[in-house]
């Protein structure tokens, strides 16, 4: 039995060493003597250094020291950034993550730039977008589930005027010409529309369109006559107000 074990511990070790890893790190630290040494005069021997000559101070790191953004070429349309044959300037990690490991863009050289820019001509036909920024426009405006306050005493008709109002409450500033209600018009004040939603259509630079989700509450004046608060309603499940999940087919109204 003991003959057993010492023979399958024979192998084993147990002072194992762990290999230190030798790697090149690129760091370069820029210092200046705060006491100058003499200079030696020629033909002689050099002074001895004092404890004083060894004393530093710290001019530059270059650990901590901002780097130049890169110029890349884009290869095809970013949202947020550019169409293809930009030529932007991120900073490197932005760049290097979000484009150049993708195949969004490539690194800014004079050939880049003159095959992209002939490759940009031919796609500039294709590609439909107004900015670097409308497609996000368009992203966010769809995510939001807009509460439009109507009164709960007076009548009233929905019009642009009121989506917009309701827009700039939520952060979001839109131009009445660019708001396109549905065909059928929206009267109240009427409690079977309460929290019902319904699309409009927002245009972005004449060009993109968003579709617009919205829910309409009725507000009053009198404490005693409002509706109860619900918390986070746009969380909650609601019903169309034109009978069907699709939105209507918005029409293009005359200002």
């Known amino acids: 039995m003991l003959a057993s074990l010492t023979k399958a511990f024979s192998g084993v070790s147990l002072c194992t060493t762990t290999r230190i890893l030798n790697q090149q ?23 001895k250094l004092r404890g004083r000559h060894y004393v530093y101070d710290l001019i530059e790191d270059t650990t901590t020291k901002k780097k130049p953004n ?14 293809k044959g930009d030529v932007v300037s991120l900073k490197p990690a932005v760049a290097y993550n979000k484009l150049l490991l993708p195949g969004l863009a ?18 500039a036909e294709q590609e439909q977008h107004s900015s670097a920024y409308a497609q ?27 989506i917009g109002a309701s827009l700039r409450k939520a ?3 839109v131009p009445n010409e660019a708001i396109t209600l549905p065909d059928a018009p929206i009267e109240g004040p009427d409690l079977l529309k309460q929290n019902k939603e319904f699309f409009c259509t927002v245009t972005i630079n004449n060009l993109e369109q968003a579709k617009l989700r919205c ?7 009198e404490p005693s006559e409002r509706l ?17 999940d699709s939105a209507p087919v918005p029409k293009q109204q005359q200002q």
Do not use: C
């Open 171 to 173: 952060g979001f500033y």
């Open 106 to 123: 490539v690194y800014k050289t004079p050939e880049a730039v003159a095959r992209y820019a002939v490759e940009r001509d031919a796609a």
């Open 25 to 47: 790190t690129r760091n370069t630290f820029i210092l200046k003597r705060r006491t100058p040494p003499k200079l030696a005069k020629k033909h002689e021997k050099a002074p």
């Open 136 to 162: 996000r426009t368009v992203n966010k405006l769809e995510q939001l589930t807009l509460a439009v306050v109507m009164n709960k005493d007076h009548p009233w008709v929905i019009e642009r005027w009121h």
């Open 228 to 244: 109860p608060y619900v918390f986070e309603h746009w969380k909650n499940q609601a019903e169309p107000l034109f009978g069907d």
């Open 70 to 83: 890169l110029e890349v070429v884009l290869t095809s349309f970013v949202e947020g950034v550019g169409s």
């Open 215 to 221: 829910r309409i509450h009725h507000w009053s004046t």
